[in-house]
Every structure is written in C-alpha cells, then in structure tokens.
C-alpha cells in the first residue's frame, strides 16, 4: 500500500513552524518552545546569529574595559556595561596578538543577560530528530541514501529517497553533542543505544537467514521509536546516569537546567509567545534575577503527547522533502528526461517542450532517463563523486598513498546532483506525480552500516499505491 501526507498536528512540514493548540500546549508543558524545529540549516542560523550577536557585543565590552573610547561610547549608547571576557572564555587566557573565539555565551553571566530561550537557544546545537545516520550511510552524500525495496512482508518502500540532511526536521538540542551532561550529549547516547540494538537485530536475522536488505530493515514504527525517545531527552532533560562526576560536567548541567526551568515557567505563563517577540541577546534583555523558578516537570501525559506531536511532525516531514526533489529534481524542471526523449535516435527537430509530449513519450523519456543515470551508477555507487575526491583529499593532507584504483573509483562514481535526479526521477514515478503525492513508506537502516546497492530500477518501475 501507498502512503498518504501524515494527517498529525503539524501543518507545516520541515522548515515551518505551525503546530495546533494541543501540541503547542504540550510542548510548552515539557518547557519546549514550539517555535524550535525547522529544517537542520534552519535552526543551525538562528542559533549562529545569537551566539554572533552576544559575541559581538562581549568583544566591545571587553574592549571598553580596556579604555576603547569608541568602545565605551558604543556601550553607553546601548545600555551595555564594559568588563572583561568571562573566566572560562578562552578570551581570557589567550596570548598576546592571539584572538580566539569568545564562548562568553556558555555562561551564567550571558543568561543573566538574555532571557532563557535565547540563552538555551544560542547554546544548542541544531539536532536532527531523527538522527541523519538512520537515513545516509554517509551524512551529506544523497547517493548514500536508503534504496528503494520491499520490507519483510512482502510490501514496497521507498528507503530514504528524496532525503536532505540540511533539510531535515532538526531542533535545538541544548550543549555540544560531545559534552557530557548536556541534551544533545544525552540525545546522542540514546541513539547510540537503539542503533546498537537495532545492529544486534540484524544480525540475528541474518542468522536466521535473512537477505541483508530485510535483516537491517528499519521500517517508519522503528524510525518512530527512535524519535520519541531522544524527543523524551528534550522534554525531561537528561537522564542521570548520563552525568559524568565531574565538576565541569555537574556545573554545565546546573547552568543548564536552571535556563530550562526559566524558559518552563516563561511558556507556563497565559501570555507566553513561544518564543515570539523577544528582543535580541544583544540588546541587553536580561532574565528576572533573584526569583528561583519554579520546577514544575511535565507529566507522563504531556511527555506522550509531545512526543506524538513531534513524530507526526517528522513523518509529515519526509513527504515534503520528498515532493521538494520532485519538483527541483524532476520533470520537467531540471531533469534531463526532456534531453533524453529530445535527442532520440532519432532526434527530434525541433525540439519538443515536456508539455507537448503526450503521458506515455513522458513516462518513456522518465525511463530512458534513469537508465542513463544507472549506467553513470547512480543506482547503485552507494557514494558520490564529491566523497571519493573528499576521501582523496584527505589521503593528502595524512601524507597517505593515493592509490590508482582510489583515483578511478572517484572518476567512475556520479555526482551528488546525478544520485539526486535518478531519485527523483524514482519518486516521481512512484506516487509524486498524484495530487496530492503519495509516496511509499520510508524506510531506514541501523548507523554505521551502508545501504545494500539496489538492482536498476528504471524498468517496469510501478507505484505501490492506488490509482486515482
């Protein structure tokens, strides 16, 4: 069976921020701001432009600290006090005609000054909610996307056709993904831990005499399942038993939860705005200071409603980064099945337009499209041209052998733009040339695994879902 466009609480996909009153109500109970998710490069600006901003305004504090007239003109103008960096900015140690970045916005002195969803926001990193290792073999590489298949009962998917890391639903995940006691630490773990039983899954099924492609299976309910629970991270907080005993690791989580349980009380408020019409962290907004928030702590209800709201969200998601390849990638916008139908043998003169081809030329040139690309192996490469010249140059800068086959492998390998068209070229045949589109399911497969290279496509490729 086909699948429709998700009919959950979002109504916007990848990229907006629309939710309905009951998930902004649980989100805000879970001390989320429903205005934190949109595409990866969406929400990786918004947190730049903050840090950018405090940094800028730190850097000209500093400065009049130091006796800059202009500085201190600057400050007084904008209501800003002039002093040094931070202790643990690396601006304070740094030598001599050294500048390194300020990090002064990690500390409790810049939550002072911005409100607490500005300081969280600023400290985030933009997470995707479901990891991008799910759905690439290697992140960025759209040729390492998930091929096309039937699951283990028989039924087609789409694998990850159509997927776009910098597109993908991400939120902000507060800390570094790599520092112990921080959201995006603990988010990381989670995945971590379902990746490993999802691989430990595998392997049991290849045991029990599974093709590889059905044994690393990871259908929408297992996608799903790893996407409310590194969602329940940003909801509760992290687990204790991700804390390590550290003075640095207990001060960050401290700071950390204390900004979270401001930013709680501020979207428990009638008025709260989620986020909206706030002023910038460099204007001097400061947090209420000497009032200790309450912790209020979501219930169980409002943990599975969020939840519920941001899987719906993600799965609507998929749809439109899948329809956005079709239309960029298919045809008749920038695809070269026009070209293919147009050159023949024998060619046609003149040229027709993709308007003037009747719906069986249309569906022939999709083909004779596709198998072009096969031939160019973007079925099947599992890695692009750009990776293979990136590994290369990598090689390079180690001072390793670049070997000959390394040089022919990165010759014969197709481009990222051709792996994208041949995908789209797919889903335009299966389901996104309906209105509305209706793709077959997605389907994922263990982190640190490559997809299965897939046999050509381009014949007898046939939608999975009803005709209309």
């Known amino acids: 069976m086909g699948t429709t466009h998700t009919q959950g609480k979002a109504v916007k996909g990848a990229g907006g921020d629309g939710w309905d009153d009951e998930c902004r109500k649980a989100l805000q109970a879970c001390g989320i701001d429903p205005t934190a998710y949109g595409s990866y490069n969406d929400r990786k600006n918004a947190q730049g432009k903050l840090r ?150 595998a392997e049991i099924r290849r045991r029990n005499g599974e093709p590889e492609a059905t044994a690393n299976a990871l259908d929408t309910n297992d996608l799903k399942m790893v996407v409310s629970d590194t969602q329940e991270v940003t909801g509760r907080g992290p687990p204790s038993n991700h804390l390590k005993d550290d003075d640095e690791a207990l001060e960050t989580k401290k700071l950390h939860r204390e900004a979270r349980a401001a930013r709680a009380e501020e979207l428990s408020q009638p008025t709260a705005a989620s986020g909206q019409g706030q002023q910038s962290s460099a204007s001097g907004a400061s947090a209420k200071k000497n009032k200790k928030p309450k912790k209020p702590g979501p219930s169980a209800d409002d943990v599975a409603k969020m939840q519920k709201c941001i899987e719906d969200r993600w799965e609507q998601s998929l749809d439109t980064m899948r329809a956005q390849s079709v239309a960029e990638y298919g045809p008749p916008n920038a695809s070269g099945a026009l070209d293919a139908h147009n050159a023949g043998p024998p060619p046609v003169k003149p040229p027709k337009t993709w308007d003037q081809l009747s719906p069986a030329e249309q569906r022939a040139a999709v083909v004779k499209r596709m198998e072009q690309l096969e031939k160019r192996g973007a079925h099947d490469a599992m890695v692009s041209k750009e990776s293979r010249e990136k590994d290369i140059a990598e090689k390079r800068k180690k001072g390793e052998p670049v070997t000959a086959a390394d040089k022919a492998e990165a010759k014969r390998a197709p481009t990222e733009d051709e792996c994208r068209e041949y995908q789209a070229l797919w889903l335009h045949q299966n389901g996104g040339n309906r209105t509305p589109p209706a793709f077959p399911p997605m389907q994922g497969k263990p982190p640190a695994t490559m997809p299965d290279p897939p046999p050509a496509l381009s014949g007898g490729v046939k939608s999975p879902g009803k005709k209309k």
């Not at 405090?54 to 201190?72: L, S």
């Not at 202790?87 to 005609?97: D, L, N, T, V």
């Not at 996307?145 to 639903?169: F, I, K, M, S, W």
């Open 52 to 201: 950018k901003a405090y940094r800028e305004r730190r850097d000209r504090e500093a400065a009049a600290a130091r006796g800059n007239k202009k500085a201190i003109a600057e400050c007084k103008a904008k209501g800003w006090t002039p002093r040094a960096h931070e202790p643990s900015c690396p601006q304070s140690a740094a030598k001599k005609g050294k500048k390194p970045l300020c990090m002064c916005h990690e500390s409790k002195a810049a939550l002072d000054d911005m409100q607490p969803e500005l300081w969280l926001r600023a400290n985030s990193q933009s997470a995707h909610v479901l990891g991008n290792a799910f759905m690439q073999g290697r992140r960025g590489d759209p040729c390492s996307n998930v091929p096309p298949g039937r699951d283990r009962e028989g039924r087609p998917h789409g694998g990850t056709y159509g997927y776009d890391d910098t597109q993908a639903l991400c939120t902000d995940m507060l800390g570094d993904s790599r520092k112990v006691g921080t959201e995006h630490y603990s988010g990381t773990r989670v995945e971590d831990a379902l990746g490993e039983s999802f691989r430990t899954r």
